[in-house]
């Protein structure tokens, strides 16, 4: 009786341990980011059609597996970086007045509250932000790391849809956290200094060659010229927050940490479309406040921005 009492409490203790591994497809990858269960594959691609036949004609796969067992999540320490040297961090990529560059750099970052690999990456770009006036941030939560047990305050589905674009783009074989978008033309983690900078330049270099539209703005009025393009190019008008946000979390791999935030998006909408020469598009006040406003110019889906400005607000 003894030994039985002694193999059920070794059982026990093996079960538990168990428990608390890390699934492998939960696990951070090699790069310092998180992917979700389901690899993302492009639409009307043969990977897509090929992964819907197999869906259609096998057993559903459960819903994934809610984890509980973290009583003490994974610690990333938050990075302070330095102000980059010159030598290091192209003019040209910071707006350089005799760049081709809109006046600004476009810095997109996906990320989510719930993911534990996010704050180095956030730290970053907010670092960069602060350090060089003419980065325009914006910062998308996104909703499908919420079954992990805290639901991000800022997460909004269609923030999954574009980043799933940019994906689609770059021929990721998934969507990822953090995931760092310099110009529409360049993507990476950005969880150290070293590896934002080689984004921020390898963005702005993808673009140095082309004859970018000029994208200015006065008062509620938008101001787009340049050569004819070849596909017409979609204008987005970006809606954010400015103001600083830190968040507490309460549950999850970051229970218990602080998370600063800066310039999250709330929505962003296709309002026009423009294929070369100069026009004028005029929009209403935003009328709530703490909100600000920026505009993209991209071409497609997911594709390069070839222009970008915020717009001022009015003084009263």
Same mark, same amino acid.
Request: glycine letters at 8%; charged letters at 30%; hydrophobic letters at 35%.
């Given at each position: 009786m003894a030994i039985i009492k002694d193999l059920l409490r070794i059982h026990s203790l093996t079960f538990r341990r168990k428990s608390c591994e890390l699934p492998p497809d939960l696990a951070p990858c090699s790069y310092g980011c998180r992917r979700p269960n389901e690899?993302?594959?492009?639409?009307n691609s043969a990977a897509s059609s090929e992964a819907q036949t197999i869906r259609s004609t096998s057993t559903p796969s459960p819903p994934p597996v809610v984890i509980s067992s973290y009583s003490a999540p994974v610690q990333v320490p938050i990075l302070s970086i330095p102000k980059p040297r010159k030598r290091t961090q192209p003019k040209q990529a910071m707006g350089h007045k005799n760049s081709k560059m809109a006046n600004t750099t476009l810095v997109e970052i996906f990320q989510s509250q719930g993911c534990s690999s996010c704050p180095p990456s956030n730290a970053n770009v907010i670092e960069l932000m602060?350090?060089?006036?003419?980065?325009?941030?914006?910062?998308?939560?996104?909703?499908?790391?919420d079954y992990l047990g805290w639901k991000?305050?800022?997460?909004?589905?269609?923030? =999954?849809?574009?980043?799933?674009?940019?994906?689609?783009?770059?021929?990721?074989?998934?969507?990822f956290t953090p995931q760092v978008i310099v110009n529409?033309?360049?993507?990476?983690?950005?969880?150290?200094?070293?590896d934002l900078n080689k984004i921020v330049s390898k963005g702005?270099?993808?673009?140095?060659?082309?004859?970018?539209?000029?994208?200015?703005?006065?008062?509620?009025?938008?101001?787009?010229?340049?050569?004819?393009?070849?596909?017409?190019a979609d204008m987005h008008l970006v809606r954010?927050?400015?103001?600083? #946000? =830190?968040?507490?979390?309460?549950?999850?791999?970051? #229970?218990?940490?602080?998370?600063?935030?800066?310039n999250v998006v709330v929505d962003i909408k296709k309002i026009g479309e423009w294929k070369g020469g100069s026009i004028v598009f005029n929009?209403?006040?935003?009328k709530q406040d703490g909100i600000?406003?920026?505009?993209?110019?991209?071409?497609?889906?997911g594709g390069p921005v070839i222009g970008s400005a915020k717009l001022e607000k009015m003084s009263m």
């Open positions: 690899a993302f594959f492009p639409p602060t350090n060089y006036p003419s980065v325009l941030l914006l910062t998308y939560e996104v909703t499908y790391w991000d305050s800022f997460g909004n589905k269609d923030f =999954d849809r574009r980043q799933r674009d940019y994906a689609a783009r770059f021929e990721n074989e998934s969507v529409g033309r360049a993507d990476g983690v950005g969880n150290t200094f070293d702005y270099m993808a673009a140095a060659n082309e004859d970018l539209a000029r994208v200015t703005t006065e008062g509620n009025s938008i101001l787009i010229s340049g050569e004819d393009l070849d596909e017409t954010y927050m400015p103001k600083p #946000a =830190d968040v507490d979390i309460r549950r999850g791999e970051n #229970a218990g940490r602080c998370i600063p935030h800066r929009i209403g006040e935003e600000e406003r920026a505009v993209l110019l991209q071409k497609g889906r």
